[in-house]
C-alpha cells in the first residue's frame, strides 16, 4: 500500500471544513451533480470548407468532434466523491489518480503546451465593444448578462453564413464559432448556457490560436469543478469539462466502459465513447458505483490505456513530451489557479511510484473583472513558460477598454481615417518598450541569419520613427505633469513593470535594445528537450529527475 495511516490521515480526516474522501453527504440531498456544458447547438452550425479550415489550423478542429457527448451523471457523481481538493487527485484505496496533461492531449486532440490563456483584464461596459470588434455585432441587453454572452445569440448570429460573404463575414462566423466551442466543452460556467468574452482576444488571429495552452486551461478548470463539486453545500452543477472526465474515467478504469465501443477513433479518444446519445443499456446509480469504487484494486486499472495509439498521427500541436506531462507545476486560467502534481499518481506514465510529498497550500480565487490575472500570477506563469520552452510573451493585441466606439464598429470611415495616425504612434510606442522585454527573451539565442536582420531592421525602424507633433499620450502626461502627487512611502515610487514584462526583471530604464549581432545560446541544459519535443524513456535511457527541471514552490 503506497499510502500509509498518517497520510491517509493527513489528506481525508483534516478538521478543515471539507468532507471526506467517499462520504456521500453532500449527494444524498441533491441526487445526481448536472453538467453545465451544452454543445448541442453546434451540430446546428453549417461551416464552410473555408471556415473548417480555419477551425483545424486553430489547433481546435479535434474539439470539435467530441461534442454531443452521453454523460453517465451517477458514475460521474460517484467519482467526484473520491476526489481531494487539497491534493488535486482522486484517492482510492492505496493508490491515487488523476487526469493528466497527456491524456487532455489524446482524449481531446488540443495543444496542452504554449502561452497560458489569459489576457487583459475587461469589464462590464467593454463587452459590447469586444464584440464589436471581433464579432462585428454586439448583443443586446437581453442577450448578456453580469458580462456574459449568451450562447443561443452566438448560435442564432453567425451559424450560417450569407449567401455571398465577406472576408470579414467569415472571420465573424468562425471566430463567434470558436467562441461557443471553447466555451461549451472546455470552460463551462455556472451560469449554464453563457460564455465570457474574454477569450475572444486569444481568438482573434487564427494563425496563433494553437499557440495556446487550452488543455492546461481546460484541465485547470476541471480540477477546479471537482474541488468545487466536493465543498460541503456545493452545487449541483459540475463545472469543467465533463466529456474530459467522463472519457478519462472510461479509458483508465475498464469496469466502467460501456459495452460498445468505437475502435475505429483513435484520435480524440473521447470518440470511442461518443455515441451521440443512443442507449448503452442499463445504467447503474450512484450507490452501486461507490461500492465499485470503494473495492477498486490496482489490478482493476488500466495503467496503460493509450499503448495503440500510433504517436505519428498525433498533431504536431498536441504532442507534449513526458518530461512535461511529469513536472510539478500550476495550471492556469485567468483567475483559476490550481496545482498539477503528477507524482502522485506516476503509474499513469509507466513509473513506479514513490513516496508521495506534501502538497502546497494555495488559496483558489473567484473571477474580479479589474484584476489583472497576468500580473497577479506572473511567477506562476512564468514558471509553466520556462517548462514548456515558451520564449515568447504574446504580445499585448488591441486595448479593448480604449477603442472608441466608431473605431470598433467601423461604421464611420471618417472617423477611422483621423485616429489611424494616432493610433499607429501609440501602436509604435507600444513597441518601444515592449523592446527590451522582447530583447531579453532572445538574449543567447541563435536565430536564422534571415531572422536577425529583420529583426534588426524593425528595431531601427521603430527607434528612429518620427513621433507626431501631438500625441493622445503626450497630451495627457503633460496634463497630468503638474498633479503629481509625490508617495511618501519611497519605496511605492518605483516604477510600474510593463504589461508584459517579468516582475523580477531588473526595472532599468537604459536596457539595451537589440544588438547587431546575437549571442549564441550554449545549450547546457535539460530545457532543449522540452524544445526539441524529445522525452527521456521511463525505463532505461536517462533518467527523468523529478525536481531537476521544475520547482514552481
Same mark, same amino acid.
Given at each position: 500500500?503506497?499510502?500509509?495511516?498518517?497520510?491517509?490521515?493527513t489528506?481525508?480526516?483534516?478538521?478543515?471544513?471539507?468532507?471526506?474522501?467517499?462520504?456521500?453527504?453532500?449527494?444524498?440531498? #441533491?441526487?445526481?451533480?448536472?453538467? =453545465?456544458?451544452?454543445?448541442?447547438?453546434?451540430?446546428?452550425?453549417?461551416?464552410?470548407?473555408e471556415?473548417q479550415?480555419?477551425?483545424?489550423?486553430?489547433?481546435?478542429?479535434?474539439l470539435?468532434?467530441?461534442?454531443?457527448?452521453?454523460?453517465?451523471?451517477s458514475?460521474l457523481?460517484?467519482?467526484c466523491?473520491?476526489?481531494?481538493?487539497e491534493?488535486?487527485?482522486?484517492?482510492?484505496?492505496?493508490?491515487? $489518480?488523476?487526469?493528466?496533461?497527456?491524456? @487532455?492531449?489524446?482524449?481531446?486532440?488540443?495543444?496542452v503546451?504554449?502561452?497560458?490563456?489569459?489576457?487583459?483584464?475587461?469589464?462590464?461596459?467593454?463587452?459590447?465593444?469586444?464584440?464589436l470588434? #471581433?464579432?462585428?455585432?454586439?448583443?443586446? =441587453?437581453?442577450e448578456?448578462?453580469?458580462?456574459?454572452?449568451?450562447l443561443?445569440?452566438?448560435?442564432?448570429?453567425?451559424?450560417?453564413l450569407p449567401?455571398?460573404?465577406?472576408?470579414?463575414?467569415?472571420?465573424?462566423?468562425?471566430?463567434?464559432?470558436?467562441?461557443y466551442? @471553447?466555451?461549451?466543452?472546455?470552460f463551462?460556467?455556472?451560469?449554464?448556457?453563457?460564455?465570457?468574452p474574454?477569450?475572444?482576444?486569444?481568438?482573434?488571429?487564427?494563425?496563433?490560436?494553437?499557440?495556446?495552452?487550452?488543455?492546461?486551461?481546460?484541465?485547470?478548470h476541471?480540477?477546479?469543478?471537482? %474541488?468545487?463539486?466536493?465543498?460541503?453545500?456545493?452545487?449541483?452543477?459540475?463545472?469543467?469539462?465533463?466529456?474530459?472526465? $467522463?472519457?478519462?474515467?472510461?479509458e483508465y478504469?475498464?469496469?466502467?466502459?460501456?459495452?460498445?465501443?468505437?475502435q475505429?477513433?483513435?484520435?480524440?479518444?473521447?470518440?470511442?465513447w461518443?455515441?451521440?446519445?443512443?442507449?448503452?443499456?442499463?445504467?447503474?446509480k450512484? $450507490?452501486?458505483?461507490?461500492k465499485?469504487?470503494e473495492?477498486l484494486?490496482?489490478?482493476?486499472?488500466?495503467?496503460?490505456? #493509450?499503448?495503440?495509439?500510433?504517436?505519428?498521427?498525433?498533431?504536431?500541436?498536441?504532442?507534449?513530451?513526458?518530461?512535461?506531462?511529469?513536472?510539478?507545476?500550476?495550471?492556469i486560467?485567468?483567475?483559476?489557479?490550481?496545482?498539477?502534481?503528477?507524482?502522485?499518481?506516476?503509474?499513469?506514465?509507466?513509473?513506479?511510484?514513490?513516496?508521495?510529498h506534501?502538497?502546497p497550500?494555495?488559496?483558489?480565487?473567484?473571477?474580479?473583472?479589474?484584476k489583472?490575472?497576468r500580473?497577479?500570477?506572473?511567477?506562476?506563469?512564468g514558471?509553466?513558460?520556462?517548462?514548456?520552452?515558451?520564449?515568447?510573451?504574446?504580445?499585448?493585441?488591441?486595448?479593448?477598454n480604449?477603442?472608441?466606439?466608431?473605431?470598433?464598429?467601423?461604421?464611420?470611415?471618417?472617423?477611422?481615417?483621423?485616429?489611424a495616425?494616432?493610433?499607429?504612434?501609440? $501602436?509604435?510606442?507600444?513597441?518601444?518598450?515592449?523592446? /527590451?522585454v522582447?530583447?531579453?527573451?532572445?538574449?543567447?539565442?541563435?536565430?536564422?541569419?534571415?531572422?536577425?536582420?529583420?529583426?534588426?531592421?524593425? %528595431?531601427?525602424?521603430?527607434?528612429?520613427y518620427p513621433?507626431?507633433?501631438?500625441? /493622445?499620450?503626450?497630451?495627457e502626461?503633460?496634463?497630468?505633469?503638474?498633479v503629481t502627487?509625490?508617495?511618501?512611502?519611497p519605496?511605492?515610487?518605483?516604477?510600474?513593470?510593463l504589461l508584459?514584462?517579468?516582475?523580477?526583471s531588473?526595472?532599468?530604464?537604459?536596457?539595451?535594445?537589440? /544588438?547587431?549581432?546575437?549571442?549564441?545560446?550554449?545549450?547546457s541544459?535539460?530545457q532543449?528537450?522540452?524544445?526539441?519535443?524529445?522525452?527521456?524513456? /521511463?525505463?532505461?535511457?536517462?533518467?527523468?529527475?523529478?525536481?531537476?527541471?521544475?520547482?514552481?514552490?
Amino acid at each position: 500500500m503506497d499510502l500509509t495511516s498518517q497520510g491517509q490521515k493527513t489528506q481525508q480526516q483534516k478538521p478543515n471544513g471539507r468532507r471526506a474522501v467517499g462520504s456521500s453527504q453532500t449527494w444524498t440531498r #441533491y441526487g445526481v451533480l448536472l453538467p =453545465s456544458q451544452q454543445t448541442r447547438k453546434l451540430k446546428e452550425w453549417v461551416l464552410t470548407d473555408e471556415q473548417q479550415q480555419l477551425v483545424n489550423a486553430s489547433g481546435l478542429g479535434y474539439l470539435a468532434l467530441t461534442t454531443g457527448f452521453t454523460i453517465d451523471r451517477s458514475l460521474l457523481t460517484a467519482f467526484c466523491e473520491r476526489w481531494n481538493n487539497e491534493t488535486n487527485t482522486a484517492h482510492f484505496v492505496g493508490f491515487e $489518480m488523476a487526469p493528466s496533461l497527456r491524456d @487532455v492531449s489524446y482524449i481531446l486532440g488540443i495543444p496542452v503546451t504554449g502561452h497560458v490563456v489569459t489576457a487583459e483584464p475587461i469589464g462590464d461596459e467593454a463587452v459590447n465593444r469586444m464584440c464589436l470588434h #471581433y464579432l462585428g455585432e454586439s448583443p443586446g =441587453s437581453g442577450e448578456q448578462l453580469c458580462g456574459l454572452i449568451r450562447l443561443t445569440w452566438l448560435c442564432r448570429k453567425f451559424h450560417q453564413l450569407p449567401e455571398n460573404p465577406t472576408i470579414n463575414d467569415i472571420a465573424f462566423s468562425t471566430r463567434a464559432y470558436l467562441l461557443y466551442l @471553447v466555451g461549451s466543452t472546455l470552460f463551462p460556467d455556472t451560469m449554464r448556457g453563457f460564455v465570457s468574452p474574454r477569450y475572444l482576444p486569444l481568438l482573434g488571429d487564427f494563425r496563433k490560436i494553437h499557440e495556446y495552452a487550452w488543455g492546461a486551461a481546460a484541465l485547470a478548470h476541471l480540477y477546479r469543478g471537482l %474541488s468545487v463539486a466536493v465543498t460541503p453545500n456545493a452545487t449541483i452543477q459540475f463545472l469543467g469539462s465533463a466529456t474530459l472526465l $467522463m472519457a478519462w474515467i472510461y479509458e483508465y478504469l475498464p469496469l466502467t466502459q460501456p459495452q460498445q465501443k468505437n475502435q475505429n477513433t483513435l484520435l480524440p479518444r473521447a470518440c470511442r465513447w461518443n455515441f451521440g446519445g443512443a442507449t448503452r443499456g442499463q445504467r447503474k446509480k450512484v $450507490m452501486e458505483w461507490r461500492k465499485d469504487f470503494e473495492h477498486l484494486q490496482l489490478s482493476d486499472v488500466n495503467w496503460n490505456p #493509450y499503448k495503440d495509439i500510433n504517436p505519428a498521427i498525433v498533431p504536431g500541436c498536441c504532442v507534449a513530451a513526458d518530461n512535461i506531462c511529469y513536472s510539478l507545476t500550476w495550471l492556469i486560467s485567468f483567475n483559476i489557479k490550481e496545482v498539477y502534481v503528477p507524482d502522485r499518481f506516476a503509474r499513469q506514465f509507466g513509473r513506479e511510484q514513490g513516496r508521495l510529498h506534501q502538497v502546497p497550500l494555495w488559496a483558489r480565487r473567484t473571477w474580479s473583472k479589474a484584476k489583472d490575472w497576468r500580473v497577479e500570477y506572473a511567477h506562476e506563469i512564468g514558471d509553466f513558460h520556462q517548462l514548456v520552452g515558451c520564449r515568447f510573451i504574446p504580445s499585448a493585441g488591441t486595448n479593448i477598454n480604449s477603442l472608441p466606439n466608431e473605431f470598433i464598429a467601423g461604421q464611420s470611415t471618417t472617423g477611422c481615417s483621423q485616429n489611424a495616425s494616432q493610433n499607429f504612434s501609440m $501602436m509604435v510606442e507600444d513597441l518601444k518598450n515592449d523592446l /527590451p522585454v522582447i530583447d531579453r527573451y532572445l538574449e543567447g539565442q541563435i536565430l536564422p541569419p534571415e531572422v536577425a536582420s529583420f529583426l534588426e531592421k524593425v %528595431s531601427t525602424m521603430i527607434r528612429i520613427y518620427p513621433p507626431p507633433q501631438s500625441s /493622445p499620450r503626450k497630451d495627457e502626461a503633460a496634463q497630468c505633469k503638474n498633479v503629481t502627487v509625490r508617495a511618501k512611502n519611497p519605496r511605492k515610487r518605483a516604477r510600474k513593470p510593463l504589461l508584459f514584462q517579468d516582475p523580477s526583471s531588473p526595472q532599468d530604464s537604459g536596457v539595451k535594445r537589440y /544588438p547587431g549581432a546575437l549571442v549564441p545560446y550554449q545549450a547546457s541544459s535539460r530545457q532543449d528537450e522540452v524544445l526539441d519535443g524529445t522525452a527521456p524513456l /521511463p525505463n532505461g535511457g536517462e533518467v527523468f529527475k523529478e525536481h531537476e527541471m521544475m520547482e514552481p514552490w
